[in-house]
């Protein structure tokens, strides 16, 4: 009879705490799982929303401070084509860090808080178009949908001119809308958050290209990076089931930007007008999808109701940027936000980019904007002490 060889003892000590630690983490995303299942959170009323590239303690503090919708950026999804395999990529994300996050805030008192995750990015991948809608939203859903409220849309554009994803195919853009429309039917939020030239009110022109340049523009017309209402195609042929549009205010040399640093306009006059704009044409104007026949979609006109728009700012890091990224001091959003208000006229909330940057240059965007837009009714007792 062979001999039967044990493995040292110090291996088989370390195979047990292996087998311990997986066999807890199972449980505890088991019981996450059971706590979660078959709930779906709605998207608060008003809603400040921040974006979060990794989970730390800045994220807790955000929404002790009041931000009430995170998004977790940036997730992949994609097929291996030699062997159709699934990818599943969360790069600076930490799924299973994410999830003991959330469970602690659930015990802390913040279960109005939706958490979301994001694809795209700058110079990030554009979404797989080998896999159908209902092959994305089942492995999206499998993987994170215990975790995650739903999904936010940030596809855009490359550095690299000549970059593939600096043109939306019309396939991944009926496959963003068709995994919208899935996730939504199922409960989920969906957001997405174009850069404004990306939806741009005002603006009849098309293309699904976003290294455009505007030579007639009066204000650095050699910049190649421009988008001309790809996201408007999105939202208008499947508007029903998005909840909310984050326009960036904040892309490089924004229309925004523009409009205060080369138009002397008063920052605070800025945003009313932009409000404005959207509520005077009843969230209306026209787009000429027909400039580009690969679409096959008519002319028509493009409603975004106010219910669903959301200011999309940058925190302290675009002060380091000068002209190029717009910033918004809080007392300039405050003076516009109370106009704005007294017009019963307000937005359905504001976004910031980013979560970690909260305090440079003195900047803390969750607690000022939420003193300016009050999220939350009341806070947990508990607050404190994330």
Known sequence: MPAVRKPPLLLCTLLWISCWMELTAALSKSDFQQRRQGRRRRLPEKVLIGYATDCNEKVAKSIAAGVNVVVW????????????????????????????????????????????VSFGGWNGPHLDTSLTAKQWYEIWKN????????????????????????????????????????????????????????????????????????????????????????????FSRFGAYINFVSVQLYESYSRAAMSVHYGKVLPGDYLKTFVNGYNENKGQWYVDFEQDKTLQYS????????????????????????????????????????????????????????????????????KELSSILKPRASRPSSASDL
């Open 73 to 116: 950026s940036f997730m992949e999804i994609s097929k291996e084509i030699s062997t159709g395999e699934i990818i599943i990529t969360e790069n600076s994300l930490n799924f299973d860090n994410i999830r003991q996050l959330i469970s602690k805030l659930d015990t802390e008192g913040y279960q109005d808080t939706l958490h979301l």
């Open 143 to 234: 993987h994170v949908g215990d975790i995650f409220d739903g999904i936010d849309w940030d596809l855009e554009g490359h550095d690299n001119l000549d970059s593939p994803t600096n043109t939306f195919s019309v396939e991944c853009l009926n496959l963003m809308g068709d995994i919208s429309r899935l996730a939504n039917e199922d409960g989920y939020i969906i957001g997405m958050a174009p850069p404004q030239s990306y939806f741009d009110l005002g603006r009849s022109s098309f293309s699904r290209s976003v290294n455009l340049a505007e030579p007639d523009r009066r204000w650095h017309n050699e910049f190649h990076y421009f988008g001309s209402n790809v996201y408007a195609y999105l």
């Open 299 to 366: 002319s028509r006109t493009v409603e975004l109701p106010l219910s669903k728009l959301v200011i999309g700012l940058a925190n302290g890091w675009a002060i380091n940027e000068g002209e190029k990224v717009i910033f918004f001091t809080s007392e300039q959003i405050q003076s516009a936000y109370r106009q704005l208000l007294e017009y019963g006229v307000t937005p359905r909330g504001f976004m910031f980019w980013v979560i970690g940057e909260e305090g440079n240059n003195g900047i803390e965007y969750a």
